[in-house]
């Protein structure tokens, strides 16, 4: 206590305030009451300050002394205080528990006779060693009488006006925080808050607890906190990894002090419970899976208590536990216009217009909260490293989102990251026009389709020769579109095991939907849904069946989860094969692959357009005739035309030596002769 209510100065400091009690104002803001002190090993432009008592007094007009930021102001008189008003602030429900009774009062007398205290402040004991096992954290002395500033002594009466609990005290003192990103999830799980008030305290119908789903990194945690700081709502987090113990027992026992904890906050105010890797405690059927259900049986009565669980896969929980959480949230990944605000938010203190944040927003689909966030630091941390503040630009951006995977990607195979554009493919220009409108548009322009009641193609399949860039069509599109690509073979999903296959379509179709929009494409489909029968006919009828029901959307329909219908619109499933004929007639049915697109082997046009591409950085001699190496490349493909191009530059080499600078026109001849159209 020796240093209680106590302020150091130098030796320097006007005498005649040595040992008077005074209010000290640092920066206007902050105002504690303390009795002036000299010490000798102060610097006269330093002071040390107790900052037990914190008072919410403005400096009047009477400060008598400025010394730099801190200003003092004289207290005249200290009177003994006949009753005093206070707020109990204990440091967790159970102390609060455990003093509420007859003792308390006096218990509040004894550690107020320590201090000097005024209207409206708040002391601070939680750092004092002598009162750390009392339980209480702070007093906040809600009114004195008349006096301006007093001491309690034996005979002042101490009135209680409220105890509560650390966690209820900062939720009442909470500031609301505007809402810019994830307004429709917002007002959802809002009205889950709203509701429950509306209800008595203990409801006979049992009220189902909530379940967050979405990519990981969407701001499912982000929204809970702000959701429970603008309703007030006390949050516990229960971080399920931190509760796993290696004796028996004794992460049930964790788990059971944790809920007790929450019931016993929730006779204060509404508590949210929100569990955090649930999936680590309730994937496997035990012990722990027991206790958690009969946890949450426990609570669903409780109208003051909301349980929320969050996760990227419902799957990873037990059929018992996922039956528990009846109100299910869908966090998809943010539209072009939601990108636009939260990017909005992020760029507050950079010098970015609003059609550079449009533009940013354009080549960042897939992008979820997490993802934009470390895209602003890269980039800030760019500028502050190379002092570059002026030179913020869209071009900067967009280098380094095209090093960042979005989250609900990163580490899957899949997916292609590439700036190819539609140019650098020669001829197909009919293909290229067809794929742009039933692609692109889509994606792009929904609402103009909405306003017209189309129904935009839900799958494509290209079909041809091999070698007539099927896929890099496919995925010159995907890049120019700004949209999420991924690019997988049919031999990529299948699996020796029973049921493999089917659990990686699904979980395929999971991640597109995830990253939306997207474009789905799956290479030599034929090998993945080809006709039943045969000597696999079990094995190929499941993995059929199972593409057939993500292609019709029930896989994730089933799960009644709002805010995820609207993702079948951003993903477009777009197939590739060479042998169309041995396709199930059943994946061609309308709302499936009922786009059909013929990739014909180039004519003579294209060819001409094709080699132009290829040569294009290619140093050709003046005797290259590219229109006559068109006409002697019948039924050619565009891969055929590479391979022209490698020969006819090894034939260069081969007789001209390694010095050889242009390539002629008869190495393309001499190359010819050796090729055959695939």
Known sequence: FFNLQKVYFSYGINKEFYAKNVFIHLNCSETYICKVYAKPVISSDLCLIDKTVF????????????????????????????????????????????????HLRKLVKHILQFFIITKNCIININNIEEFKKVGISFIEVVNIGTDVVGKVVNSTKIKIINCLSLEHYNVTKSVKTEVNYLKKSYEELEEVFISRTRVQAQCELPLPQ??????????????????SNNTRTILQKIDCTELCRPEPGETESLLKRN?????????????????????????????????LNSLLDSTM??????????????????ESLRSRFLHQIYIGPPNESERIEILNELCKNMTLSSESLDKIAKFTPGFVLADLALLVNRVRRYIS???????????????????????????????????????????????????????????????????????????ILLYGPPGCAKTSLVRAVASESNVTFLAISAADLYSPYVGDAERTISYLFQRAR??????????????????????????????????????????????????MADLETKIIVVAATNRPHILDSAILRPGRLDRLLFVPPPNQQDRIDILHVLTKKIPLDKCVD???????????????????????????????????????HKHFMTALKSMKPS
Request: charged share 20%.
């Open 385 to 459: 490293n190379t002092d570059r503040s002026n030179d913020v630009n869209v071009d900067l951006f967009k280098k380094f989102a095209s090093v960042i995977e979005p989250s609900a990607l990163r580490g899957e195979i899949g997916l292609v990251k590439n700036n190819q554009e539609v140019e650098e493919i020669g001829g197909l220009g009919g293909i290229k026009k067809s794929l742009f409108q039933l692609i692109q548009w889509p994606l792009l322009y929904p609402q103009a389709f909405t306003s017209l009641n189309i129904k935009h193609p839900s799958g």
């Open 55 to 102: 008072c919410s007094t403005e400096p009047s007009t009477k400060v008598l002394e400025n010394e730099g930021n801190v200003k003092m102001e004289d207290i005249p008189s200290i009177n003994y205080i006949k009753k005093v008003s206070v707020i109990i602030i204990f440091a967790t429900a159970w102390d609060r528990e455990k003093w509420v009774n007859n």
């Open 514 to 563: 995830a990253a939306a929009p997207t474009l789905l494409f799956i290479d030599e489909i034929d090998a993945l849904v080809g006709c039943r029968g045969g000597r696999q006919k079990g094995a190929q009828e499941r993995v059929l069946s199972a593409f057939l029901t993500e292609m019709d959307g029930v896989g994730f329909k089933a799960s009644g989860t709002k805010g």
């Open 626 to 664: 590219l229109d006559t190496i068109a006409t002697n490349t019948e039924l050619f493909t565009g891969a055929d035309l590479g391979s022209l191009c490698r020969e006819a530059a090894m034939e260069a080499l081969t007789r001209e030596g390694m010095d050889v600078e242009k390539i002629q």
């Open 301 to 318: 009565n409780n109208a003051k208590v909301i349980v929320i669980a969050q996760t990227n896969n419902s799957s990873n929980f037990h």
């Open 210 to 227: 909530v379940l967050l789903l979405g990519p990981a990194g969407c701001g499912k945690k982000s929204l809970v906190q702000q959701v």
């Open 259 to 291: 809920f007790e904890y929450a019931l016993l906050l929730s006779k204060e105010c509404m508590v949210v419970i929100l569990l955090l890797r649930l999936e680590v405690i309730g994937s496997q059927p035990g012990r722990i899976l027991i206790q």
